[in-house]
């Protein structure tokens, strides 16, 4: 599935606002603490080796599963990625987004 050239802008637009309202002018960024000023759980969860992550949406409060067995690199993409699900999804009241192998599954 393609993704749009608008589709793309809005992320930008989006991803742009949260640094500038979170002063986020320092690297790396403390994804965990972003996750959580958001608003959303974010717990080391035993998912295997081929699974990365996992985002629960529940009436738009978000928990993010990542696996602690991956490392440390990969487990903050992992975390970034679901919270990006989180910040474009989280009008759904109950979904499930599953990161298994850089392949999302909904």
Sequence with gaps: ???????????????????????????????????????????????????????VLDNDRGTIGYNPKHVEQRQRFTIAHELGHYILHRQNNRDVFVDKDFIIVY
């Design 1 to 55: 599935m393609a993704i749009s050239i608008s589709r793309i802008k809005k992320i930008e637009e989006l991803a742009s606002k949260i640094i500038y309202d979170f002063e986020l002018d320092k690297l790396p960024i403390n994804i965990k603490k972003l996750a959580n000023k958001l608003g959303v759980d974010v717990l080391e969860y035993d998912l295997g080796e081929e699974m990365s992550g996992v985002l």
